[in-house]
C-alpha cells in the first residue's frame, strides 16, 4: 500500500474530489497549506504597503490506497486538478509501513481503499 | 394637482424653511446613505471569501461613481422641469440647486437626500451578478444604467412625469428603486450568463453575521429610506416609519415559519432575508397605509418571494444573491398592495379595500410598465458594453477569486510569506526571497 499526497489549487478541490469518488477511491484527509510552485509572485497593496505574495494558498491531500488503486487515484488527481498554468501542484506517491484501522483493527491493505462496504 | 406627498411636499411650495423638516431630512439622508454600506455587509456576507471584497466594492464605488454622477447630471435629469418623459438639463452641475427651499427644505439638502437612492439603487443590482462580472464594466454599467433607467423612472414617478401625473402611488420607491433593480437584476444576470460552479457545486455564504449585520443596519436606515420620503417631520413621516418599524417584523415571522416547515429550522440567512422583503415590499406603501395594514402586508409578502427563491434555485438563471426575488417581487407585490391598503384617512389616497378598486389598476401600469423599461434598457446597456469590452473574468481568474484579480488584495490573509516591497523596487533585508525559487524556474 501507498500513501499519496497531493498538493492541489484550493478551486480545483472540488473538481479532484469529483473524480476520486468517480474512480471509488474512499478516505482521505484534506487540510489547506500554504506553498510555492513557481508561479509569479502576486503584487498586493494596502494603503501606503506594497507586498509580494511568496506563498498561495493550497490544499493537500491525503490518501492511504492498496497497490491496485495508486495508479487510479494517482490520474484521477492529474486529471481532474490540471489548468495547464504554473502552481497547478504535486502528486507524491510514498510507501507505508503500516497502515491500521481504528474501528476494527484490521489492518494494511485491508485497512485502505478499496474497504469492504460496511453494513449500517 | 398631484397625486404624491413627495410632489405635493415639493410643488405647493410654502416659500419658507421649516427648521424641524430641515433638521429630520439632515438625519434621513445620512441613515439613507448608510444602507449602501450595510447592504455590502448584505451582499459581502453571502458570497464566498474569495470574493468578498470585490463583493462589497460593487456597493462602495456607487457611493462615488454614481453620487457624483447624480450631482453633474441625474439629479437634474429627474428633478429639473422637462417633459413628461424626463427632466431638463436646468440643474446640471448643481446650477440652481441651493439653500432655498425646495418643499421647506433646502433644495441642496434634497439632491443629497434623494442622491442617496440613486446609490443604493444602483448598487442593488450588483448581487445579480457577483464572483464574476469584471470590476470596470460593472463601474460602466451603472453609471450608464443611472444615466437611462434610474432618472427617467425617477422623473416619471416623483419629479413631476408621467406615471405620477397617472396617479401611481410609490411613497419612497417599490417602483422607482426596487421594481427597476429587481428586473434589471434578472436582465444582467441572464446576459452574463452564470457563475462557472453554479448549479455544479454548492456555492456557500462565507460569513452569515455579515448578512445579518447587513440586514440590521439596512433596516436602520430604512427608517430614513421611508420615514424621510414625507420630505418633512410631520405625520407622513410618523405613519411611514411606524410601518417600517412593523411590516418586516411580520415578515421576518412569517420567513422563520416558511423556513422550520419546509427545511425543519428557521435559518439566519432566511431571517435576514425575510426582514429586508418586508422592507422592500412596504417601501411604496409606507405612507399610505394603516399599522395594521402593514402587519398584513409585510406577513403577504414573505409568501411569493420564499417561493421565487426556492425556484430559482432549481433553474439555471445565476441571479446569486436573489435580488429578483427579494426586490423585483417584493417591490411588485408592494407595489400592488399599496393599491388595496391605501387608506384616505393615513396617506390621503383610497385602495380597493376602501372601495376604490381603480387604484389597483393605476398601481399594475406603474408596475408593468417599469419592469417592461428596466428590463428592455438594461439588455441594450449590457449588450453595449459587451460589444466594447468583455464584461466577465476568464474562467481561470473566477476560480482564483475576484478579490485577488480585480482588487489585488485579499480579505482574510495571514500575510505569511509575503515579502515587502521598497519604494526603491527592491526588498527589504532578511526577506524570505532567496527560499522561493525565482519564477518559473520550477513547474
Redesign the interface.
Known sequence: MKLIIAVI?P??L?DVLEALYRSEVRGLTVSRV?G???????????RG???????QEKVRLEIGVSESFVDITVRAIVRSAR?G??GDGKVFVLDVGQVHRIRSGERDEAAVTPALPVEA | MTFHPLLAAVQDAVPALVPADTAWMLVATALVLLMTPALAFFYGGLVRS?NSLNTMMMSFVALGAVGILWALVAYSLAFADGSALLGGFDHALLRGVDVNPKGTIPHVLFMAYQGTFAIITAALISGAVVERMRFGPYVAFIVLWTLVVYAPVAHWVWGGGWLGKLGVLDFAGGTVVHINAGVSALVAAAVLGGRK?YA??AILPHNVPFVLLGAGLLWFGWFGFNGGSALAANASAATAFVNTFLAPMATLLVWALMDSMRTGHVTAVGGATGIVVGLVAVTPAAGFISPTSAIALGAIAAVPSYFAIVLRSRTRLDDSLDVFAGHGVGGVVGALLTGVFAEKAWGGFDGLLAGNAAQLGVQAVGVGVSLLYAGVMTFGILKLLGAVVPLRAAT?VE???MD?SQH???AY?????????LSDGG?APGA??PV??P?????
Open positions: 489549487r478551486d480545483k472540488n500554504m510555492h510552485g513557481g508561479e509569479t509572485e502576486r503584487v498586493e497593496n494596502y504597503t506594497t507586498v509580494k505574495m511568496g506563498l489548468t498554468e504554473v | 474569495k460552479d455544479r457545486q481561470r476560480g482564483l477569486g485577488i489585488g488584495e485579499e490573509t495571514s500575510g505569511e510569506g509575503s515579502i515587502l516591497v526588498t524570505v526571497a522561493l525559487a519564477q518559473g524556474a520550477a513547474n
